[in-house]
């Protein structure tokens, strides 16, 4: 079992940065990638971006490289995604996952966090 705890959402200005955290606890030595999804209201949860565990390989969805940067730091478990130039259309509700080593999918979610850009 991993226990994923989000923090960092909250209102922002359009143009403005946010950097979301997500605090992994339990079979954390069995971590392979932890990711950020994110849903907005009517629509379908989307890929954001991931970053493999041991090595720090990241992987991002097309439209938000060079905006969002996902980190992490392993002594802490936690994963970080920094949010710069944010857009009304990045208001959602963001998502921590992790998935660990053996398995094709992320099977821990976090609660979420909602981020809201105003414009």
């Known amino acids: 079992q991993v226990q994923l705890v989000e923090s960092g959402g909250g209102l922002v200005q359009a143009g403005g940065s946010l950097r979301l955290s997500c605090a992994a606890s339990?079979?954390?030595?069995?971590?392979?990638?932890m990711g950020w999804f994110r849903q907005a209201p009517g629509k379908e949860r989307e890929f954001v971006a991931a970053i493999y565990w041991s090595s720090g390989n990241t992987d991002y969805a097309d439209s938000l490289k060079g905006r969002f940067t996902i980190s992490r730091d392993n002594t802490k478990n936690t994963v970080y995604l920094q949010m710069n130039s944010l857009k009304p259309e990045d208001t959602a509700v963001y998502y921590c996952a992790a998935r660990l080593a053996g398995n094709s999918a992320y099977g821990y979610w976090g609660q979420g966090t909602q981020v809201t850009v105003s414009s």
């Open positions: 339990g079979r954390t030595f069995s971590l392979w990638t």
